[in-house]
């Protein structure tokens, strides 16, 4: 009787939980119309933060000083590593000279991936004279003359496109600005340089694409001829299935085919783009057997393993040194969760402490501070006062810490279906030390990894920057400007 009321008052308090998440979603995106996807993602993206931060009492600074805490000693590690260690490539994957052809590959489907944000990004890159470029073709109005559906009625959008291709008008079939939950705009070009019909899906630009980011529960997403269980993040397989009926339904790659019917279809895209264009090529891979898949910097959490290896085939991800996004799905934030509520209860500081000289070390850099955590493999019962503030929670005697601290507790053991990152994986690192000068010339390396690599969220200044189209543009181009001297040696000692 008494466990038949405690699970009740369980699920009454859940259920009351997801309403209150529901209620500041809809609080904070009050602007948006009210339809039946907005509905469903608030309700997905509720009860997901409900079941995350359900057993979690940790107050901001708490995080903040775990953060820290996590980043210095993740420095620590990297220090004490042997320099000449190689990480081995995958065993799928080229090496060599064809590691080389695919850097110049997506070099060049890089360009289109970020130009598909439109004139946002190009006016960031191009301070100077991105906007007296742009105010000439957008004055004009020309944007009336071609085939684009809502949301660039100046036709900045799409004369930024222009720009950063160097495409013509007439190589254009479609072009899509239209922005709604679930539905996010791309372009379908003819590429003449490379022999390709090419879609290239924008990335998160707007509140509407957050939702669907967050929509991150898993959807079935059967493929005929795959085996084992077939799965893929939400909000991304809605995404993806938008577009898919646009290209298949409508028409516009059988339009784009009649006009070039030798070309091959490369589909590319970075961030929510680039996973949207991997399930999309996913689901085209039957009816276009050649096709081809440049993903740059795809969510962590997009597909389930057998989808992951089906894709291997025609899909390469190419993440820059310590990303968030590619390692972002939701074992890995209850992972990270978990070592923070380690960490800040096994450190024996006191809270302004840690935060001071972490932010000093953001800052200006230097040696790791030596505060006794998790890794120095101490029992709990020897350290002294737990991390403690006036505003904080005492971590040690919280349920939270109970449950999660420890790594052979129930509440550790994983909840949420295990996604990967789609395809072979390319991973561009910084060639030196960590820390470098803001004028000292960047040099990268180049070498194939495996999606297990990224199954664990680094915390560094860097996870945020990596991310940036630009940044990771500007790395492409060093990397294939500089070959072969910039690739990785493993390459052509494996070779």
Known sequence: MESSEGTQFLSTARSLAVKVWESRLRLLCCCLPQDENQRAAFSSIAQLFTGFFSDTDLVPSDIAAGLALLHQEHDKMERSRDPDMVVPHSPSSPVGEDLETELEKAAHCMQFAAAAYGWPLYIYSNLLTGPCKLSRDCCGSRGAEYEIVGGDHL??????????????????????????????????????????????????????????????????????????????????????????????????????????????????????????????????????????????????GLLSKALADYSKDFVVSVVLGKDLVPRLSIPNMEDLKRRILKIVSNCNKPKYRILLQGCWYELFGGDPDDFPTEMDNRREEELSQPLLG???LLVRHSSSYHSLASDDSPAHAATHLPLFLPGRILHITEDGPSRRSCFSTVRYRADWSNEMNFRSILISPRMLTDHMPDVLLRALNSLTCERPYSLCPSCYESN
């Open 390 to 392: 006036e505003e904080s």
């Open 155 to 300: 036709g900045c959008h799409f004369s930024s496109i222009l720009q950063s291709t160097g495409l013509q008008y007439r190589d254009f079939i479609h072009v899509s600005f239209h922005n709604q939950i679930y539905e996010i705009p791309f372009y379908v070009a003819l590429d003449h340089k490379r022999e390709a019909v090419l879609v290239a899906v924008r990335g998160t630009l707007s509140l509407k694409d957050v939702l669907t980011d967050l929509s991150a529960e898993c959807e079935n997403l059967p493929i005929e001829g795959v085996s084992g269980a077939c799965y893929a993040h939400k909000g991304i397989c809605q995404a993806a299935g938008y577009i898919y009926k646009k290209l298949v339904n409508d028409g516009i790659l059988n339009q784009a085919f009649s006009i070039a019917p030798e070309y091959k279809l490369v589909i590319t895209g970075h961030s929510l783009g680039a996973g949207t264009a991997s399930v999309l090529a996913v689901l085209l891979r039957n009816s276009f057997p050649t096709l081809q898949c440049y993903s740059f910097s795809p969510p962590g």
